[in-house]
């Protein structure tokens, strides 16, 4: 079975600070697909990025990055300089890449809450 | 090219009514997949339509029910309405199962 924990239920920052949201995973699967998905208060799941379990190279997208370690199960996003917009519930998924059912797992989601 | 689209966007209706919510994916997209949102149990995948046929099913009652057509637009319809459907019922679309889900703006249900 698989499981995604975000226990980080909500993050309290003002503009400009740095915030790192936490990912923790299990599952049996030797090949999966790790996701982040932001959701606005307009309730829009918009998606962030995918990573693949054989891949572990950390990835940087403007004032996003995140670190995917596989030894730790974790796949943490970090916000640099963080703006008020960036304020929404912040998912983590995982899903299998192969074995024919691609059901995703989400996490619980950590609401964020950037104040000006 | 536009997003997944969903309608309506809100609904109210009475328990043991019916109600049937509409999802049209990203053009190309075959593979379209609903999910319920609630504040209690989060995010729950109810089942995954790909070329008119379901291959994956969450786990939910009979009253839960989809159809896909050939357009891969896609319907779900909830029978028998209860104060716990109370939800927020969102799509998504990828080109095959395997793929990065993009998800519609959802559809507010309220059962009273």
């Known amino acids: 079975a698989q499981k995604v924990t975000q226990a980080q239920t909500e993050i309290s920052v003002v503009e400009k600070e740095d915030v790192t949201l936490d990912c923790v995973y299990e599952?049996?699967?030797?090949?999966?697909?790790l996701f982040w998905y932001k959701q606005p208060p307009s309730g829009e799941l918009v998606f962030l990025i995918r990573r693949n379990s054989f891949d572990e190279q950390n990835e940087i997208s403007g004032r996003y990055s995140w670190n995917f370690q596989k030894s730790t199960s974790s796949f943490n996003f970090t916000i640099t300089a963080s703006q008020v917009v960036d304020s929404a519930v912040y998912f983590c998924?995982?899903?299998?890449?192969?074995?024919?059912?691609?059901?995703?797992?989400f996490g619980r989601g950590t609401s964020l809450i950037v104040h000006p | 090219k536009a997003g997944v689209t969903q309608t309506p966007r809100y609904l109210i209706k009475t328990r043991g009514q019916q109600v049937t919510l509409s999802c049209s994916p990203i053009?190309?997209?075959?593979?379209v997949s609903w999910y319920q949102q609630t504040p209690g149990q989060g995010l729950q995948f109810l089942f995954e339509y790909f070329s008119e046929t379901q291959r994956n099913k969450g786990n939910f009652p009979g009253r839960f029910s989809g159809r896909q057509f050939s357009n891969s637009r896609s319907e779900m319809n909830v029978s028998t309405l209860e104060l716990g459907d109370s939800a927020l019922y969102l799509c998504?679309?990828?080109?095959?199962?395997?793929?990065?889900?993009?998800f519609g703006p959802g559809t507010r249900l309220l059962v009273l």
């Open positions: 053009s190309g997209h075959r593979s």
């Open positions: 599952t049996r699967d030797t090949t999966y697909y």
């Open positions: 998504a679309s990828s080109l095959d199962a395997k793929e990065t889900q993009y």
């Open positions: 998924a995982l899903r299998p890449a192969s074995g024919g059912s691609y059901i995703p797992t």
